[in-house]
């Protein structure tokens, strides 16, 4: 008996056993009957032929049965050999860190940590590039792990795309907004970019989820004043647009400017800091940047 008989006699015999159970509809039992016919008409099966079949049922189970009983100490090795590279971390010892940190992403290529601890050791290591695909890797499993992307700045920095680190490290900064590291390194990239006389983008993203000017909102909208001005300005708005021309027109425009004048100046009182951070991220680079 051939392979291929032995093969097909297999799975007349797993078809068989199916129509022996009541899981099946009429409908599928009346499909599986004629896959059954099909399959011994087509590869000439006797009775003598079934018996050579063997149980593909038990096969499967037996080859997925040790993958899932191994992969438990597979994730704990692999977490084992993470711990052993951060040793090697601290004790400058980058290459022997990098090879155990690879290991471990053999063991679980599904970690993100894995990748973005190699990132560091790569760039110990001077290899930039490196670091650059291995925090790429760790961002696409978890594209909110801020080290990475501040890792990833680091690289970019070291190879010279400032651009490119800026929008990292202002992606870091959005996600921890207290990390001083983080926005100390993302004013270094705005400097970095002025120096070479390019503006750098306004994160409006980072600006609406800044913790000061957050703040700076709420107590401006608590403040009596600012809440008269701001109802007198939409309630100009609204005369100006039952009819009043020109001059509600104009009227609205001095209300605006009014509102904006008082608005800056609350801000510079409030929070300077804040306002020349703002200044930066909009002023045009010059020759000689403010430091």
């Known amino acids: 008996m051939s392979d291929i008989k032995i093969v097909a006699a297999s799975i007349v ?12 509809s009429v409908d599928s039992r009346e499909s599986v009957e004629v896959g059954v016919q099909c399959i011994e008409t087509a590869f000439e099966l006797g009775p003598e032929d079934a018996a050579r079949g063997v149980d593909l049922l038990q096969l499967v189970r037996a080859q ?48 993100p940590v894995y990748f973005c601890n190699r990132a560091a ?6 290899d930039n590039e490196g670091a650059v695909a291995d925090c ?14 501040s890792r990833l700045g680091l690289a970019l920095t070291a190879l010279e795309r400032h651009r490119e680190a800026r929008a990292a490290y202002a992606r870091a900064v959005q996600l921890e907004p207290e990390n001083e590291s983080y926005r100390q390194n993302l004013r ?33 909208l608590a403040d009596p004043n ?9 309630s100009g ?11 509600g027109g104009a ?30 991220q909009v002023r045009p680079p010059g020759p000689n940047p403010p430091q």
Not at 13 to 24: A, I, M, P, V
Not at 136 to 149: E, G, N, R, V
Not at 188 to 208: C, Y
């Open 13 to 24: 015999n797993f078809l068989k056993r199916q129509l022996e159970g009541d899981s099946l």
């Open 188 to 220: 270094l990239a705005d400097e970095q970019l002025a120096a070479h006389g390019e503006r750098p983008p306004l994160d409006l993203g980072g600006l609406l989820q800044n913790p000061a000017l957050l703040n700076m909102a709420t107590e401006m």
């Open 251 to 280: 009227g609205g425009m001095s209300a605006l400017l009014e509102a904006g004048q008082a608005l800056a100046q609350h801000m510079q009182a409030a929070n300077p800091e804040l306002v020349e951070q703002l200044r930066r």
């Open 237 to 247: 708005a609204g005369g100006a647009g039952g009819g009043g021309g020109q001059a």
């Open 64 to 111: 997925v049965r040790p993958t899932s009983l191994a992969a438990p100490p597979t994730r704990s090795e692999a977490e084992k050999l993470k711990n052993e590279g951060n040793e090697f971390m601290k004790s400058d010892r980058h290459q022997e860190a990098l090879e155990k940190y690879t290991r471990a992403i053999e063991l679980d290529p599904t970690n």
């Open 226 to 234: 600012m809440q008269n001005l701001i109802s007198g300005l939409m």
């Open 121 to 126: 050791a790569h760039f110990k290591l001077g």
């Open 136 to 149: 790429t890797a760790a961002l696409t499993l978890q594209p909110d792990y801020s080290k990475a992307h």
